[in-house]
């Protein structure tokens, strides 16, 4: 089933040609908005709203920019999106407003008729390729040969946000983020500082580890690119396309963090790769991921972190000056990075709890993970939900549902899987991280 978000943009007699002969749609800075979420792949439609006719199927080969091409409509319609057509030739939905009426809306101020929105989420984009007697499998195989993937988003979350792990977040304020502060860039220039660093994250599941890497993409306001395996499946030729546009994307933003989660997949020993596939691409995608940590310029931002569960399965070599040179631990959280975490997951969720009350309650949670506390604040919510549905009072989250929610969760890691890590971390001398 496809599940791409669509977006329907608006044109008259008098532009629609020049958007179709200059592949490109757009608008006035006063729906800036509204057309922001639009994304580089996002299936696209163009609606006359003179003739009440839907045009497509397009391909948006950017995101919402301003003045792509000045000279456009006379410069009447700054906000433009560059797109392609795809699946053949134009397809069009006559009496559009008729056949989709959910989608658009009559204007009685101008007796005209919009869409009701400019982004729509995947049913629709379905509903009007229905329309246009169009197949998924149709787009789906169109998508493909136009190498329209897209990779990656900003995220939001800050390391404010994230409870502990105090050692990585100095480390990358001090390393990443201040650097890139406006009233140091000049220094960090002149200094030739780059930010290109190759870090590894690892320790058990749960302890946190994609988390930071989001975090520190927030704070520096990069795109967070994540690769795992499935970067490398399809048919014949695909992984290799998929490699190039994935790399191009990254090679064309200003700051990003590149994620290997899992990375024992890609950094396992060369021996030790079992299919003709991976023997193929994973060279070439550390080829790639060599050309990022030693690039020279300084006006750009690219830092490459892995995380995993299994170091032990990593080959030395990664280990060395110039690739991951710096490691660290993730380990469980101790008392004071407990409590953070109580209070960052308790914050959002109405809650009768005391300072004192929450640090009692981090002292039952030793050996818990991260996400292990989590777990047991969401099933404490459900508790407090039962409560009050039966006695009704007032919604909150007490200390009682918490210690009831701590004797049914216990901790999802074993003393053995972590000692395995502390004792190759041991010998590897890297327990150390500063």
Not at 67 to 94: H, Y
Request: charged share 35%; glycine share 6%; proline share 4%.
């Amino acid at each position: 089933m496809l599940k791409k978000q669509c977006f329907i943009m608006i044109c008259t007699n008098s532009t629609e040609e020049e958007c179709f002969s200059r592949n490109l749609f757009g608008d006035t800075k006063k729906r800036e908005n509204f057309l922001r979420p639009i994304k580089k792949g996002d299936i696209g439609f163009l609606y006359n709203i003179n003739k009440d006719i839907l045009y497509g199927v397009y391909i948006a080969k950017t995101k919402v920019k301003e003045n792509i091409e000045k000279d456009a409509w006379g410069g009447s319609f700054p906000l433009q999106v560059k797109v392609a057509q795809i699946s053949g030739e134009r397809k069009d939905v006559k009496n559009a407003s008729s056949v989709l009426p959910n989608i658009f809306r009559r204007s009685e101020k101008k007796n005209r008729i919009y869409p009701q929105k400019h982004v729509y989420g995947p049913e629709t984009t379905r509903e009007i390729l229905q329309a246009m007697k169009i197949s998924n499998e149709e787009i789906e195989k169109a998508l493909r040969e136009e190498s329209v993937e897209t990779y990656g988003d900003f995220p939001e979350i800050k390391l404010k946000d994230v409870g502990g792990l105090n050692e990585i977040k100095t480390y990358f304020k001090e390393r990443v983020i201040d650097p890139m502060r406006e009233e140091l860039l000049e220094a960090s220039a002149e200094l030739g500082i780059r930010i290109n660093n190759g870090i590894l994250l690892y320790g058990l599941p749960g302890t946190g580890k994609t988390l930071i890497a989001k975090a520190i993409a927030g704070e520096m306001e990069a795109k967070f690119i994540e690769i795992d395996p499935t970067i490398i499946l399809g048919y014949p030729g695909e992984a290799e396309k998929r490699l190039k546009n994935l790399f191009d994307e990254i090679n064309a933003e200003p700051r990003v963090v590149l994620f290997l989660d899992e990375a024992e997949w890609i950094l396992m020993k060369r021996e030790n790769l079992s299919s003709s596939v991976m023997q193929r691409l994973i060279p070439l995608l550390l080829m790639e991921m060599n050309k990022i940590l030693n690039r020279k310029e300084i006006d750009k931002q690219i830092i490459i972190i892995a995380a995993t569960n299994k170091p032990f399965e990593i080959d030395d070599a990664f280990l060395r000056p110039g690739r991951f040179d710096r490691c660290f631990y993730i380990s469980l959280p101790d008392k004071e990075a407990r409590v953070e975490i109580l209070k960052i997951n308790l914050q959002k969720r109405s809650n009768k709890l005391t300072l004192k009350q929450i640090e009692e309650i981090a002292e039952y949670l030793e050996d818990y993970s991260g996400a292990d506390i989590k777990k047991v604040i969401e099933n404490s919510a459900f508790l407090a939900l039962n409560r009050y549905k039966e006695a009704k009072g007032k919604a909150e989250i007490l200390y009682e549902d918490i210690k009831r929610s701590i004797m049914e969760i216990k901790p999802s890691v074993s003393k053995g899987d972590k000692e395995k890590i502390e004792n190759w971390a041991k010998e590897k001398n890297l327990l150390k991280n500063f």
